[in-house]
């Protein structure tokens, strides 16, 4: 069987740069060993795998190298990338997944694409897991949680950038992943995420976990739009916008790989 595959790298304007993500377009599912096989062995953060509903509207479903995802925000950027360029007179689409509802996707006419996503922001949490502070090489100030990751609230961006996890200990944290975030120097905020137990070491650049950060931020410095940088080695920047229960993420991306897979059918 032969597919179809894209490779592109999100929240970035640089090739190279950004969080890489394949996309994968099928008339009909694939069967989940399948989807998990194609992305273990593209071995990228996340394959997306999209379904057609109706003109413009998708199903979609995220697998890291390990495991199915919830919820991939550069992913989705991602096939939204390739669906505009596929087809030219799309200026929106709407992608749909369980964990997230309907995603309202927008072509805008500066170059960037902004995502509809729900609000997830993070919550006080009463005790802070041992394994969450000898997992991480300087302690954070504060911890908060969500559906998704815990959050370690630093005071500088030095911290962020210079912090250190210890993969086993983060791992005990599973199914949660962690991301450390402080004020930013040149943006509003700046963050690292870690997900040993779910993907990998340190995500690139993780567009899911800023349904939360923007929030939190958000309510911090009393701003409703914010400039974010994710500060890995690859380095990706965000817009967010607070509207409501509703976070806009705002990003760019850049085609890198099209071709064409054969697998066999299982």
């Given at each position: ?26 008339d009909t599912w694939l ?13 990228l953060s996340e394959t ?23 919820f991939c925000g550069h ?192």
């Amino acid at each position: 069987m032969k597919l179809n595959i894209d490779i592109v790298d999100a929240f970035t304007s640089t090739q190279f740069g950004g969080n890489s993500a394949a996309v994968i377009i099928t008339d009909t599912w694939l069967t989940e060993n399948l989807m998990q096989a194609i992305a273990a062995e593209n071995n990228l953060s996340e394959t997306a795998f999209l379904v057609p509903v109706e003109t413009g509207i998708y199903d979609i479903r995220w697998f890291s190298p390990l495991t199915e995802i919830a919820f991939c925000g550069h992913a989705t950027l991602a096939s939204a990338f390739v669906l505009f360029n596929k087809n030219l007179t799309f200026q929106q689409v709407t992608l749909s997944a369980p964990a997230v509802g309907a995603m309202q996707i927008n072509k805008l006419d500066n170059g960037y694409i902004e995502m509809d996503f729900p609000s997830f922001a993070p919550e006080t949490i009463a005790e802070i897991p041992e394994a969450l502070i000898a997992g991480l090489s300087i302690k954070p100030q504060q911890v908060l949680k969500n559906q998704q990751a815990y959050f370690a609230i630093y005071n500088s961006e030095f911290d962020v950038r210079a912090v250190e996890q210890n993969t086993e200990q983060l791992k005990q944290l599973a199914p949660l992943d962690v991301v450390v975030t402080a004020p930013g120097e040149k943006h509003d905020f700046v963050s690292r995420y870690f997900w040993p137990a779910n993907g990998g070491d340190e995500d690139p650049v993780t567009g899911s976990i800023h349904t939360g950060l923007a929030p939190y931020w958000s309510q911090r410095l009393n701003k409703t739009e914010l400039k974010a940088y994710q500060a890995s080695k690859r380095g990706g920047e965000l817009l967010c916008v607070i509207e409501g229960d509703r976070v806009k993420l705002r990003g760019q991306a850049v085609h890198y790989l099209s071709g064409s897979i054969t697998v066999d059918e299982r």
